[in-house]
């Protein structure tokens, strides 16, 4: 089924219905959003063969909803771009996607018109109006493996990879979102997409539409938490995907203004990302009982894991630092070096089988070779370190690269980390290995000190004594005033420990 389908069952049954607002405006009724994909859909159609790729380069704009139906009805493959990245990356992207046109924002159209090898459409243009030609809406019929979405990973452990999602991966996605982490999606409710709907919010488009939700845009095109907040006092049922550095961006501008929750959140789905322990219980005294937690990553889009609102109840530490149980539809291992799955209670890599796995990355056979050793439809090995308990809880260690291995034993970066910011006098906490003569790797903590407090590697040390094994605690504090993430918010461990190497490197 074509995932444009979704759009036309909802425009039929809530036509008159708000279906995008920018800010607190409603910019189209589900029938008016219905007739521009059909506009944009038959003016694509008209230049571009089946399977052609179109690439969006944009912050978060309303004419991402249609463009995406307008792509997907046509028959063709859409290829959001994360809009942070510099002219140079994006062309590799479209490049490397081969797109026949690309759509940008009015900020970034001049820099791409420049830049990109195919034409560039700028969402505010003459151009874009003239796609806005009414047509009806004619939905290609697509067969489930055909490619909707060029999923570029955010390229944390190096150049980007467009992970293959299909039609039926995607209306996977959405079904498994419906059964496991809203069920209560419908028109009543309100989609918020703070997060770039590039990459995570932009996924949560297709649960929360086909239900008949309204899509929101805010007016700043992106994440301003005071706005956000004054969103969710405004649009009935508002739900959203945030990261979980948003979530704490969230929690201290609802602190700033006296702690009053917001009349109509409903919902913040978080993921991405670690949410650490501590940080979750402070969002949950400050907003209430609203989260959810998927674990996903582009590779099987938002879905591997999850703890529902419910879940999130528990008084139990181990449940809510962990992320959850397998998804509906959804088949998760954890696999020894050989491929064998490891009994509950030993660590090893996440896989996941089933219909959100990924087809493969895009004109990159090595990667896929390495992602999905027996092909579309086996074992997706996810590069993550997790460890399933007997009641068949997944929890995350880490990425695979990023373990420290000190003398022998393997030390979970998280793990140190969470300890860490359970102190007082820190504020942000990255923990990386450092290369050692004597243990092979030790273990380096970067640490963000709260302001105003002192940087007290004796006293972070005594904390780490009280609380993990000796031999897991860092060797070495260094105490820095960021550090450093991507345009999503993650915190790009490669780039600390080069940095680390070069600190440490003789000098001269
Ligand atoms: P991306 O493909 O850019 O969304 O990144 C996916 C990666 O983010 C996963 O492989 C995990 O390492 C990490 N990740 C995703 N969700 C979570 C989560 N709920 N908790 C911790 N890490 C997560």
Redesign the pocket.
């Known amino acids: 089924m074509n995932l444009a389908v979704l759009l036309d069952q909802a425009a039929t049954r809530h036509a008159g219905l708000p279906a995008v607002c920018l800010g607190t405006e409603t910019l189209w009724t589900f029938a008016q959003l219905h007739a521009r994909v059909g506009a944009i859909a038959a003016a694509l159609r008209a230049d571009h063969a089946p399977g052609a790729r179109i690439a969006l380069c944009s912050e978060n704009r309303p004419e991402y909803v249609e463009l995406l139906f307008g792509i997907w009805a046509a028959g063709l493959v859409a290829v959001p771009v994360n809009y942070k990245l510099h002219a140079r990356e994006v062309r590799q992207i479209v490049e490397d996607a081969g797109a026949a046109l690309a759509f940008a924002s009015p900020g970034l159209a001049p820099d791409l018109q420049q830049a990109l090898p195919c034409p560039v459409i700028a969402l505010d243009g003459a151009a874009y109006r003239a796609l806005l030609a009414p047509a009806p809406l004619q939905i290609a019929p697509v067969a489930a493996d055909a490619l909707a979405w060029l999923?570029y990973?955010?390229?944390?452990t190096g150049r980007s990879k467009g992970?293959m999602l299909t039609h039926g991966n995607l209306l996977a996605m959405a079904v498994a979102h419906l059964a496991d982490i809203e069920p209560e999606l419908g028109p009543q409710c309100s989609q918020l997409h703070g997060a770039p709907m590039s990459?995570?919010s932009g996924l949560y488009l297709l649960p929360s539409l086909a239900r008949g939700a309204r899509q929101v845009v805010p007016a700043s095109h992106g994440f301003e938490p005071d706005e956000f907040l004054a969103l969710c006092d405004t649009h009935p049922g508002s739900g959203a995907f945030l990261a979980?550095t948003m979530v704490q961006r969230l929690r201290e501008a609802l602190a700033a203004r006296g702690g009053r929750r917001p009349r109509q959140l409903r919902c913040i789905v978080?993921?991405?990302?670690?949410?650490y322990l501590q940080e979750l219980r402070r969002a949950m005294d400050a907003f209430g009982p609203v989260f959810a937690?998927?674990?996903?990553?582009?590779?099987t889009?938002?879905t591997?894991?999850?703890l529902t609102r419910a879940d999130h109840g528990s008084a139990d530490a181990q449940q809510l630092a962990s992320?959850g149980w397998p998804r509906s539809g959804t088949e998760v291992a954890i696999l020894g070096a050989q491929g064998a799955p490891l009994p509950a209670g030993e660590p090893g890599e996440?896989a996941v089988r089933g219909a959100t796995v990924m087809a493969g990355y895009w004109r990159n056979p090595e990667a896929t070779a390495q992602a999905l050793p027996q092909g579309a439809g086996g074992w997706l090995w996810?590069?993550?370190i997790g460890v399933l308990d007997h009641g068949g809880r997944l929890s995350?260690r880490?990425?695979s690269k990023d373990v420290v291995i000190s003398g022998g034993s393997n030390i979970y970066p998280?793990e140190v980390e969470e300890v860490l910011l359970t102190h007082p006098g820190v504020a942000e906490a990255c923990v990386v290995g450092a290369p050692d003569a004597q243990w092979g790797e030790v273990v380096v903590a970067y640490v963000v000190v709260a302001p105003g407090l002192p940087q007290d590697a004796a006293a972070l040390d005594a904390h780490c004594l009280a609380h993990i094994a000796r031999f897991k605690r860092p060797k070495r504090y260094v105490f820095v005033d960021a550090l450093p993430k991507n345009s999503?918010g993650?915190v790009l461990k490669r780039a600390l420990r080069e940095l680390d190497a070069q600190r440490e490197a003789p000098q001269g």
Request: proline share 8%; glycine share 24%.
């Open positions: 999923f990973t955010s390229g944390t992970a990459h995570g979980p978080y993921g991405g990302g670690p949410m937690q998927i674990y996903g990553q582009g590779e889009p938002m591997i894991t999850g992320v996440i996810t590069g993550d995350l880490d990425r998280r999503y993650k």
